[in-house]
């Protein structure tokens, strides 16, 4: 199979052969390659990863894979969106190519090997989803290797997952440069994320207040709130909203994610948050 030119306005490579030959073409013309993988069902805030991206390369490739190994047998693969052909048409003028592999592709018969990164994978999302991270190294590792780019952004919306790939990254000596793109937030301050299409109009409700609390809980701290207190006191707050658990709100070291034993910042630190409305699952988080 050779890439496809003509279903959309850029071309879709679907095979590791299809994708590294268009890259090598690339690199003899002495060209820099971004890479911004995703799982499709884009919205503004893959689409200003993309952009980020452009500014840092010549060529951009944007994967659309839903990576089946990071979804644990009771979550929502095969809910999960699907909408290429829409993602293509958002990404014409912006990308140059889309790798868009199947499973067999990715994890062919036989396939074997899981890249699992310890310490920053383990808190918070780690604890809720333990088998979460090893699928997401294991993907973005193959997704860096297959295409060997210069530069690979991601959202720091998934903050846990930026620092695990960072590890990893540096860990494996994989010569890319990870770069993390801002949140991108709907104008009540909601994270865009492709599960929002789950949210019925009063959990979209109730969902925009969540960064409000977050924020709040945030300040309250960097002003000299013990940690536990104004966590405990901010997820309370949620539950208030309708939310119907909430998994973790937490301070963490930003880059480490180790807590803070004496209940106050005393480095770079990040708030997070997982709760859970109806049947939809938020993550957020934000700079303390």
């Not at 067999?104 to 310890?118: I, L, N, Q, R, W």
């Not at 963490?252 to 994610?257: E, F, P, T, V, Y």
């Amino acid at each position: 199979m050779t890439i496809d030119r003509t279903s959309y306005s850029l071309p879709v490579a679907r095979m590791v052969a299809d994708l590294r030959a268009e890259i090598a073409a690339w690199r003899k013309a002495g060209l820099k390659i971004a890479l911004v993988p995703t799982m499709g069902a884009l919205h503004e805030g893959h689409l200003s990863l993309v952009d980020l991206a452009r500014t840092k390369a010549d060529r951009v490739i944007v994967s659309i894979f839903v990576n089946p190994t990071q979804f644990a047998p009771h979550e929502d693969l095969d809910a999960y969106p699907r909408t290429e052909k829409a993602d293509a048409e958002r990404l014409a003028g912006r990308a140059d190519l889309i790798f868009a592999p199947s499973a067999a592709e990715m994890y062919p018969t036989g396939f074997s090997t899981k890249v699992s990164v310890a310490g920053v994978s383990e808190p918070l999302e780690g604890q809720f989803r333990p088998t979460h991270f090893a699928g997401v190294a294991t993907v973005v590792s193959k997704l860096l290797l297959q295409s060997l780019p210069d530069i690979a952004c991601f959202g720091e919306k998934d903050w846990q997952q930026l620092q695990v790939i960072r590890r990893m990254v540096a860990d494996l000596d994989i010569p890319v440069e990870i770069v993390g793109g801002a949140i991108m937030r709907e104008a009540d301050g909601l994270a865009m994320s492709s599960r929002n299409v789950y949210l019925s109009s009063e959990e979209r409700k109730a969902a925009g207040q969540l960064n409000v609390i977050l924020r709040e809980t945030a300040e309250k701290i960097a002003k000299g709130a013990i940690i536990p207190d104004a966590t405990r006191e901010g997820a309370d707050r949620i539950r208030a909203l309708g939310f119907d658990h909430v998994d973790y709100l937490e301070v963490r070291d930003a880059s480490s994610l180790a807590s803070f034993p004496s209940g106050r910042v005393t480095a770079p630190a990040r708030i997070l948050v997982a709760a859970k409305i109806g049947r939809t699952r938020l993550i957020d988080n934000m700079p303390v």
